[in-house]
């Protein structure tokens, strides 16, 4: 409902956008987005499995919302302050460890076309607004 918060408590852990972890109730359909792109990565680093669907893994298994962001900053590196405050502007304060970005050509190690890595990359952006869209 416009004008109103969402809840943030929203969404399966593994595909939880981090946006929902930092506490936002503001939120678009880009929360959607960050999950399909986790669906998208899981079908990827399953992709040459003969028993596709056996092998698959969460890209960001998190046992809880905190083990949750671990598992993201782990890939994606530390959210910088402006992608923070993008996520929830009262957390932009907030430290985190440094982190650096783990590549994706390293995170999908078989050969996966350069095109579906590219675009798991450009649904997994910490900041809402730069994720791809439908």
């Known amino acids: 409902v416009p004008g109103e918060p969402n809840i943030s408590y929203i969404c399966s852990r593994y595909y939880r956008a981090p946006e929902l ?3 936002a ?6 929360i959607d987005m960050w999950s399909a792109g986790c669906v998208m990565a899981e079908l990827l680093l399953g ?6 669907f ?7 298994p998190g046992e809880s919302s905190v ?8 890939i994606l590196g530390t959210p910088t302050r402006e992608e923070i405050k993008c996520m929830n502007p009262n957390y932009s304060e ?5 982190i650096k970005a783990h590549p994706w050509h390293k995170v999908f190690h078989k050969r996966i ?4 890595v590219d675009l798991v990359s450009r649904l997994l952006q910490y900041s809402p607004t ?3 869209t439908a």
Do not use: M
């Open 94 to 98: 907030f430290k985190f460890p440094q």
């Open 113 to 116: 076309p350069p095109e579906a």
């Open 25 to 30: 109730t503001e939120y678009t359909t880009a």
């Open 54 to 60: 056996e092998h698959v893994q969460p890209l960001f």
């Open 21 to 23: 972890i930092f506490g």
């Open 67 to 74: 083990d949750q962001l671990v598992e993201i900053i782990k």
């Open 130 to 132: 730069l994720r791809f």
């Open 47 to 52: 992709h040459n499995s003969d028993a596709l």
